[in-house]
């Protein structure tokens, strides 16, 4: 399956919020798409079509296909901490994630654009794997010779977002991933449990 390319207020409508950021067209119709999309009566979920959904929101919020995803569960689930605050930990330490936390990206998919585009570098070096997973202390700064892309210039001046994991220097256009962050931390709507109980079965 190729990454999802279509109409993002359609699958911020499945989900019932905007994952994608704001959105106007989900404003006016934030109800599921669809003939009965705005029924009154719709029948109870099961307890799997719950964890579902929840996983596939992660999945969309972060841009990550299934078996990528599969694999980060099994490297949260095999290391020390709380598996489902720890798998939020590595979907937030993903290169393009941390490009659009720094503002340098208006949006997830614009943030892998950059990436594979090699626009970015990491600790002085060009990185172009979007899922690479960056460490504390690691340094993520636009590449000289695209220091002067007009949209990088638009995405920084609207960007007024502050993570405290990261920091930023707009002189040099770099930043650093200090640290992963706390489950508080992250923003997302996220029930990661759900995802952890749907993976166990």
């Known amino acids: 399956m190729a990454r999802y390319t279509g109409p993002k207020t359609k699958i911020a409508r499945k989900f019932g919020e905007a994952i994608f950021g704001a959105d106007k067209n989900f404003e006016k119709r934030n109800y599921p798409p669809g003939q009965h999309g705005n029924a009154k009566r719709r029948g109870k979920k099961s307890e799997y079509a719950v964890q579902l959904m929840e996983k596939q929101k992660a999945k969309y919020t972060y841009g990550i296909l299934e078996r990528q995803f599969s694999n980060l569960f099994k490297k949260a689930s095999a290391s020390k901490g709380i598996t489902g605050e720890v798998l939020l930990q590595l979907c937030e330490a993903r290169l393009d994630n941390v490009v659009y ?24 070096g060009i990185v172009n794997i979007p899922s690479y997973s960056l460490k504390d202390g690691d340094v993520v700064a636009v590449r000289e010779k695209s220091k002067s892309l007009q949209a990088i210039d638009d995405s920084l001046a609207s960007n007024s977002a502050v993570y405290e994991w990261l920091s930023w220097n707009a002189d040099k256009k770099e930043g650093t991933y200090i640290k992963s962050p706390e489950r508080l931390q992250i923003p997302e709507n996220i029930k990661e449990q759900l995802i952890v109980e749907l993976y166990s079965k």
Do not use: D, F, K, P
Not at 105 to 123: G, P
């Open 101 to 124: 936390r720094l503002g340098i990206a208006n949006s997830r998919s614009a943030a892998r654009q950059l990436v594979s585009h090699r626009h970015i570098t990491v600790n002085g």
